[in-house]
């Protein structure tokens, strides 16, 4: 849903079922006296370029503490500073973070049990209070006073279980453990690039155990600044574990649990999306790449996903197949490494929700192009996704709003979190048609998208980095002005700033499709969806297509959730009504909208719609 300045996120389906973390075990004692750490050289995964050179260390313990059930109940995590952070000389408190909620999930604070630190001159009493994270309110715990040396701080995480309304967090499943950093590292707020080592003790996560991270598979060294730690994912337990090396790609499959589908397939089907991505966008990074797979129980066929350092959380309900659906979101957040990320791919500066609509409809436009370009999505394939995506638009009821409203309303309304999706979409085609009708078939959008990554790119060298450099909120406003003049300025303006439809003509996908006029239903759900939170059926509207199916205002219901804006397919209820269960299914469709969406063009093979 967000794609904050560190994070990627792309959730898609509501769903039902809530059970709570089991209670956990005592408390670990009080940390020994810190000492330096004795850390041996591991050997490092392939990397394009020598890390940046940090002194300060910081190093991670993770222990999953499993009850007598083999159910993992909580995680014993002890955190080594080298030093104190902050600025050499600097006479502050340790102050140790953690956001209060992650994508709108609150309450990760409440998990963290027993903290306790201690410096070389002894414990370091810490107090909770209310503070901010980069704006975001968070939980402070503040020392007494000033630390002295190397820091140790010990501490336990509660891990939820079984709660399919909450997926950002730490969670058990299948005998093991995930976890998200930023929902359980108590860090500070610094910037510095540390000496980073995860290391895990897997001896209370049951026998033949494994763990893997974003970092790499097991105990890592790297270097990292600690938002970026904040950033990984984090995985222990009885895994699956896949890896493909074929010299230049170095990419992992890691899961816990068995969802629907194959997941050693769904990885292999992975690695070759971002293989064909990384090759477009010139990508020759050799740095390891990880899947990981969490199913959700009771999310139906619903999924979840998240974007990390080198890495992709997929986590799908239990009635997701490895469907067009699924593989197209997969594509989707990998290619968030190269649109939308600061430090890897193409950035946009500016207050936070103002660049949606490059982050997500930038996405959504190379991840469908790109896939039906390397043959693993059939014309058909694309279509369905164009078609769902266009239609969705067209009937949105926030279509016009402006990209303020969108940021200023993006986590409160399905619509408006929608919307960047479509309109960034919609505006990309509409783009790399006219550069190439201007050029006469020479230039393309891809030419003005690549010039901006290798802009990212040099700016991050001239800084001192590896990566890339977050260029300014107009700077791709500027690079479609330079290439289409006046016009290309005016509509950018017009669609971005004041929500004006995009107009892609009817050739902009290419030769296999064309534009057709259709009168196209408006989604209407008919009741209340927190209808699927609270198992009741509330808020139903009359003369609605969920009426007319037979459901009744108060019914106990289950479903298994379903795609706001969506309507050609079927929502499908159980109905629990005076002891006897009943399947009802409809479609959520209402009054129609006049629209144009794109039809295949019969008479052009298969083999033709990727050239173009």
Known sequence: MLIPSRRLVFPLFAATLAACAAAPPPPPSPA???????????????????????????????????????????????????????????????????????????????????????????????????????????????????????????????????????YQGIHAHGGGVEGLGSTFLLLPDVNDVYRARVKWTLAGAGEGAAAMSSFGAGDVETSATLDRLRSGFYMAGPLGLLTLDDGATHFRGAWLGHPLFDPAEAAVWASKARSAQRAFFRDTDPAPFTFFIRPVPGLGPGWVGNGGPSSFLLMPGDGL?????????????????????????????????????????????????????????????????????????????????????????????????????????????????????KSGGKRSLDDLFLALLDRARALGKQAGGEGTATLPADALRETVGAELGPDGLARYDAVIARGEPPAPPSGAYGPCFKAAKKAIPRFELGFDPASYKDDKLVGLVRGSAAERAGLREGDHVKGSGVSIGITWKAVTMIVDRDGKKKTISFFPQGKTVDGSIWIREPKVPDTACARW
Not at 48 to 61: F, G, H
């Open 32 to 166: 020994p006296a810190p000492r330096a750490p004795d850390w041996s050289e591991p050997t490092p995964p392939p990397a394009a370029a020598a890390p940046p050179v940090a002194s300060r260390q910081i190093e991670i313990t993770l222990g999953p503490q499993r009850d007598p059930a083999g159910e993992v109940t909580s995680l014993d995590v002890t955190i080594r500073l080298s030093e104190p952070p902050g600025e050499f000389g600097e006479a502050s408190p340790l102050k140790l973070m953690l956001e209060d909620s992650e994508q709108g999930e609150a309450g990760w604070p409440d998990g963290i049990e027993e903290v306790y630190a201690r410096d070389g001159e002894g414990a370091l009493s810490l107090k909770t209070r209310p503070a901010t994270l980069d704006g975001d309110p968070c939980t402070e715990w503040r020392s007494d006073r000033h630390p002295s040396g190397a820091i140790v701080i010990t501490y336990r995480v509660k891990v939820a279980r079984g709660d399919n309304h909450r």
């Open 321 to 437: 197949e490895w469907s067009r659906l699924a593989r197209f979101a997969v594509a989707h957040e990998i290619a968030h490494t190269w649109i939308g990320v600061a430090g890897s791919g193409v950035r946009l500066d500016g207050p936070p929700g103002s660049a949606y609509w490059f982050t997500e409809g930038f996405t959504v436009h190379y991840t469908r192009a790109l896939l039906l370009r390397a043959g693993l999505a059939t014309p058909a394939e694309f279509l369905d996704d164009l078609r769902e995506r266009t239609e969705r638009f067209i009937v949105n009821p926030d279509k016009a709003a402006s990209n303020e409203a969108i940021a200023a309303g993006f986590f409160k309304s399905d619509t408006l979190n929608k919307l960047p999706y479509d309109r960034g979409m919609l505006y990309a085609a509409e783009v790399d048609a006219a550069v190439r009708a």
